[in-house]
């Protein structure tokens, strides 16, 4: 399994901006394909973002799309999530997550972050 640490999350004002940071520790990141998921309170976790091994192919669910923009950077073993334009609705723990396979269901996904808490006040 790859272990993964999330950073960068916080409270923001609606209409703000966010940039989330997930670091691999394991050298061959570049065979995964990574999502991001959350988890509001009293809510199942849900897919974000999906981005594939070479950062070529990117899905967002409905709700996020033209606000965030996921991305890796593979020489440094990290992925990104930039969040705009964020809405209360936004606010939620935000896991990243890695798997072997192009997946936006999160039983596909064998490795997963701590979780880092976004908070979005209106």
């Known amino acids: 399994q790859v272990q993964l640490v999330e950073s960068g999350g916080g409270t923001v004002q609606a209409g703000g901006s966010l940039r989330l940071s997930c670091a691999a520790s394991d050298p061959t990141f570049s065979t995964y394909v990574m999502a991001w998921f959350r988890q509001a309170p009293g809510k199942e976790r849900e897919f974000v973002a999906i981005?594939?091994?070479?950062?070529?192919?990117?899905q967002y669910t409905d709700s996020v799309e033209d606000r965030f923009t996921v991305s890796r950077d593979n020489a440094k073993n990290t992925l990104y999530l930039q969040m705009d334009s964020l809405k209360p609705e936004d606010t939620a723990i935000y896991y990243c997550?890695?798997?072997?396979?192009?997946?936006?269901?999160?039983?596909?996904?064998?490795?997963w972050g701590q979780g880092t808490q976004v908070t979005v006040s209106s």
């Open positions: 997550a890695a798997a072997g396979t192009w997946a936006t269901t999160r039983d596909k996904y064998s490795s």
């Open positions: 981005i594939s091994g070479t950062g070529a192919l990117m």
